[in-house]
């Protein structure tokens, strides 16, 4: 789920922050990348960090490849 996101995730999803707040966040990925977005969670758990290019879904339905970046947040 959605804990924290930047402003280019607002602009790419066409989302107001209520509405990403506790959203899936794979539920923003094409069903193709998912297993990528996935992939690069893990590798954010495991080593600190992880970047990836994938396609997400906007509200308008549209696609948008984007750079998914994931950092391990201690706490």
């Known amino acids: 789920r959605l804990v924290r996101w930047n ?3 607002q602009r790419q ?3 107001a922050p209520g509405q990403l707040a ?3 966040a794979l539920g ?3 069903e193709a990348d998912r297993d990528l977005a996935v992939a ?3 590798q954010a758990f495991q080593s600190g960090s992880s970047e990836c290019e994938l ?3 906007s509200k308008d339905g ?3 490849i ?3 970046t994931g950092r391990r947040i201690a706490g």
Do not use: K, P
Request: aromatic share 8%; hydrophobic share 55%.
């Open 40 to 42: 690069s969670v893990r």
């Open 28 to 30: 923003l990925v094409v």
């Open 55 to 57: 396609a997400m879904w």
């Open 7 to 9: 402003a280019n995730v």
């Open 62 to 64: 549209e696609t948008r």
């Open 66 to 68: 984007i750079q998914w």
């Open 22 to 24: 506790g959203l899936d």
């Open 13 to 15: 999803s066409g989302m």
